[in-house]
Structure formats: C-alpha cells, structure tokens
C-alpha cells in the first residue's frame, strides 16, 4: 500500500475563521471542518469556495467533541453537510442516525467511535458492526498508554477492506498509527493542533517524519525511551535517510516499560532502535545477543534486527571520541571525568584503551570509586583541583535546560595553562555555562550535541550499513535543538 492521505483538522471560534484557516492549510490533501468548535455553524459558509475535499465534523460532547446543542440540530446541520455535497460527512456510530446513513447508502459517511478509556477488548466485534452499516469509511480511534496498545489496531487493518478504515491509537503512544497509517491500513491520517488526543501538526508529519514517502514497506526505526518526545533523534536520522535514499522513518517509542517495547517492537518488525534512559539496562533482558562493548560498558544504547534477532550494542563510548579526533590527543593525557552514572561508564569504557591516565570525580565518592575500579582508573576528591587535567569530561546533568545557570564545578576549577579542553556531555542548550567559562579561561571546548551525532552516526552505519551524511544529521540536530529552545524560552 502506497503512501496514505494526509486530512488536517480545522477548528476555529467562528464559521469566519475556520474558513479562513481551512484556505491557510498547505501540504494536505484534504481537511476535517470542525464545526463543534465554532459558535456560529454554518455548513454552507464552512464549505463555500474550498480548494481542498472536505469532511464535515460536528462532534457532540458525549464523543470528546465541543457541541453542546441538542441531536436534533446537530442532525440538521450534517444532514445540510450532505445536501451541500461534502465530500465526506462524519457520523458518530453511537449516534442515532440511521437515516443520514440511509441517504446516500453509506456513501461519502464516516462512521466514527472514539474510546477515551483504551483499547476496548471488542474492538474486532465493534467494527464488525460498524462495517455492517455500509459506511464508506469506518474510524476507530482508541487512548493508548502502552505502545503495545496499537497491536489491535495492527491486527484490525488486516480484517478491514483497503482503504475502508482510519484506524488511530490516540495518546504520545500512539504516533505510529498516525505515521505508518498506510501499514496500519487507513485510508487517510489526521494531522492538526489536537495534542491531546496525539495529534501532530502536518509541517511535522511531512518535514520530521516524511510522511509523503512512507508507505507499508517502510523500515521502522526509532528511539526507545522515557520520556522521548524532546529528542532531536528523529530529526538528526530522518534527515539521513532521506538524504541517503533509504525508505525508512525514525519514531519515538515512549515504552510504559521495557516488556512493553520488546513486544511491539517484535510485532511491528523494528529494523533498529536508540535506547535512552530508563532502559538502557532493563532491555539488555530483551535481546538476543549483547556485543563487547556492551558488555563492557554495562549498557545497551543501540538495537539492530538481523534475520530476526535482537543485537544489543553501545555506540555512546564511539561517538564520545569522535569529535576527539585530531583535536584532543588522549595518550599520557591527565583527563578529568565528572559523574559516576550511566554516561559515565560509556566515557570510561571508550578511554580504556586509550593510553589517557583517567580521574572520576563524583559528589559521592563511593560511586566514584566504584565506577573507577570497574575500568583501572583512580577515583579522586572532588572537586578536581585547577591545573590537575588536561581534559575535564562533564558527564552529569548540570547545566542542562531548565538549569542553564549551574555549573558541575567552580570557575577557580577551570583555571591552568593553555593546551587544555573540556568536553560537556550536556547538548541542551548547546552552548551551556561551563562551555563559556571554560573558554573564557582559556580551554578549548567540545559540546555535547557532537557526541550525540557522533553516536547516532555509529548507530545510521550499524544499523544500515551505508556511510552516514554526518553533516545533515549534525544540521539537522542542531536546527531541531533551536526550534525546543525558541519553545522552551517562549513558554519561560
């Protein structure tokens, strides 16, 4: 099944303004008219002069929607809606409506059910009977709160005709049915302004996810995570594929918990995966083979499918010395390693080899111990001293977004001679406070958006086995990262 038809949904205070924004639309290929938004319905106006084929909805409240009047006008109003040649009109199957549905034969009538609630257990029997009707097009959308939610809906697109259903997982969790809806055998995918059910604006659904090249084939990727929908992972490898010319989309996976993704990510035959924080361990458990470094780093933060089989590695500690590279030289190099977590033990585990003589500091100094002795280095009091390093490491969450004011260290801490570099795992903001003392005191610095795109090119080239375009996901990661920051400054 080709690519999917993409429907954005139109609301609007007034019947003005939502024909006003209804002509603003672009990129769609058809709108939904929301005329239980408005305060004023009126068919014909909504309708008049559309470029686009429509479908007019007027969603009582009972059904999640905002019309509060009585059956029998909003029977009137969608009763006009055919009467005025609405290319679709959509009728709630709870509704009492049997002779709307009667008047074209089923023809041009989307009959919708929305369950709030979750996934009801007779939703095969449900469809059954909304099929049964003779409805054109039958909608079922559902709350998800597991990823493995949207299997019934998977397993509901192989019983229903082609392009005779919308099948929707409503919720973050539901996303792939709003992406991958040609897979999911809907006839069309709704885009829009209404995050609450899970709605993602059309400019993300073509730019972020492109959307217009995804069909049932399309490998299936994505991030693994909790929470994910920060990310600028699906940015940085979207880009690539589509820069390579690889049929294939990156998702987030918001998994409720690491059994939750191990049985959808099996069901939807993922091709590979980024793992992020809280499963970095738990989804070791869910694999079929764990490489050396891994195993050494005591993490997974990469899934690769072979032949169905689950392949667990760790590109952190590769991507971490990537922007190392004939910048900073490790051998004999006094380097200064701040945390003793996860992030951590990826920095340790790619210096192990490298000749640097390594010091972990942490606020606890029994972890750094820990950690230290688990990869032959020396756990020191921190703070370390200025002038002890050659290259400082900044592995903990200081100073990253909304605590853009925090430093993991002093200022008198980042003062020595020349020659000397640190490196701030943190990437949001790019530009964070120990980056600009740091360079004020001399040192050169390394950000950590380079060792994330360091990482997800081990991960593209893992994964696909074709050189990553390192500058488009560098680009695109960085673009991604200005678009939440303008956000996240807005909403402060």
């Not at 470029?51 to 059904?63: D, G, M, N, S, Y």
């Not at 229903?160 to 997982?169: E, Q, R, S």
């Not at 990469?302 to 990537?322: E, K, S, Y």
């Amino acid at each position: 099944m080709g690519p999917a038809v993409l429907c954005v949904t139109v609301t609007a205070l007034t019947t003005a303004e939502l024909r006003r924004k209804r002509d603003e639309v672009v990129g769609a290929d058809m709108v939904e008219l929301r005329l239980d938004t408005v305060r004023d319905p009126d068919v014909a106006g909504a309708l008049e002069g559309r470029r686009l084929p429509a479908i007019v909805t007027c969603r009582p409240t009972w059904e999640g929607g905002q019309f509060r009047g009585s059956e029998e006008e909003r029977r009137a109003i969608l009763r006009q809606a055919l009467a005025q040649d609405a290319e679709y009109v959509d009728l709630e199957w709870r509704a009492n409506f049997p002779d709307l549905l009667a008047a074209t034969a089923g023809r041009r009538i989307v009959l919708s059910m929305h369950d709030f609630d979750g996934t009801p257990a007779d939703l095969p029997a449900r469809a059954a009977a909304m099929r049964a009707t003779g409805a054109e097009v039958i909608k079922l959308a559902v709350r998800t709160s597991r990823l493995s939610d949207c299997l019934p809906l998977l397993d509901l697109a192989s019983k229903c005709a082609p392009g005779g259903a919308v099948l929707i997982g409503m919720g973050e969790c539901g996303l792939v049915t709003r992406v991958l809806a040609a897979r999911f055998g809907s006839r069309w995918t709704y885009a829009g302004s209404e995050a609450q059910v899970g709605q993602v604006t059309s400019g993300e659904l073509l730019d972020l996810y492109r959307f217009r090249s995804v069909t049932s084939e399309t490998a299936l990727y994505g991030l693994v995570g909790s929470p994910v929908s920060h990310s600028v992972s699906p940015a940085m490898h979207n880009a690539a594929f589509g820069a390579v010319g690889l049929d294939a989309v990156y998702l987030p996976f918001p998994a409720a918990d690491a059994d939750d993704f191990a049985v959808f990510g099996r069901a939807l035959g993922v091709r590979g995966v980024s793992v992020t924080i809280p499963y970095k361990v738990a989804l070791r458990g869910h694999v079929d083979e764990v490489d050396a470094v891994a195993c050494r780093v005591g993490a997974i933060n990469t899934i690769r499918a072979v032949d169905g089989r689950w392949i667990g590695g760790n590109t952190d500690a590769a991507g971490f010395l990537r922007p190392l590279h004939g910048r900073v030289p490790l051998t004999g190099a006094r380097v200064a390693v701040l945390g003793a977590g996860g992030s951590a033990r990826a920095v340790l585990a790619a210096l192990a080899d490298s000749g640097a003589i390594v010091t972990v500091y942490s606020r606890s100094h029994a972890r750094a111990e820990e950690i230290a002795a688990s990869a032959g280095a020396t756990a020191g009091v921190f703070p370390p001293a200025a002038g002890s390093w050659d290259l400082l490491v900044n592995c903990t969450p200081v100073g990253m977004f909304p605590n853009v004011a925090a430093m993991p260290v002093g200022r008198a801490a980042l003062a020595g001679p020349a020659g000397r570099s640190v490196y701030d795992l943190v990437y949001n903001p790019e530009s964070t406070l120990l980056l600009r003392e740091a360079a004020a005191a001399g040192c050169a610095t390394i950000g950590g958006l380079q060792m994330l795109v360091g990482q997800a090119v081990e991960q593209f080239e893992w994964w696909t086995g074709a050189k990553a375009p390192a500058d488009v996901m560098r680009y695109a990661a960085a673009k991604r990262l200005a678009e939440f920051t303008s956000n996240e400054n807005h909403l402060v």
